[in-house]
Nanobody, 124 residues
Framework: QVKLVEFGGGSVQTGDSLRLTCAASGRTFGSYGMGWFRQAPGKAREFVAS????????LYADSMKGRFTISRDNAKKTVTLEMNSLKVEDTAVYYCAARTAAPVSAHVNAYADWGRGTQVTVSA
């Protein structure tokens, strides 16, 4: 099990950028595949991006491709989500998640450990 804490959320305007960071505890962070998900009010949790254990493989939801970038630093035990060209529809609580399997995954149920989330609000 790994404990995850997200930070970096906030209120921005359309077109702005934000960087979210997920800090993990535990000795075996490098053995976890990691993901970012988001949930807007009244909507289901949706996939944003995933990165494998080594950081060499990434996967993005179609609506985030070209705007969001996921990366990780296993030495610092962090996963980062760089978000550019933010849109009003990107407003949501963003969650960091960990899975013990190596490959990337877009499935919510593939992740066993979750952070509490950080709010991102984008206004026009």
């Amino acid at each position: 099990q790994v404990k995850l804490v997200e930070f970096g959320g906030g209120s921005v305007q359309t077109g702005d950028s934000l960087r979210l960071t997920c800090a993990a505890s535990g000795r075996t962070f490098g053995s976890y595949g990691m993901g970012w998900f988001r949930q807007a009010p009244g909507k289901a949790r949706e996939f944003v991006a995933s990165i494998n254990r080594s950081g060499e493989s990434t996967l993005y939801a179609d609506s985030m491709k070209g705007r969001f970038t996921i990366s990780r630093d296993n030495a610092k035990k962090t996963v980062t989500l760089e978000m550019n060209s933010l849109k009003v529809e990107d407003t949501a609580v963003y969650y960091c998640a960990a899975r013990t399997a190596a490959p990337v995954s877009a499935h919510v149920n593939a992740y066993a450990d979750w952070g509490r989330g950080t709010q991102v609000t984008v206004s026009a």
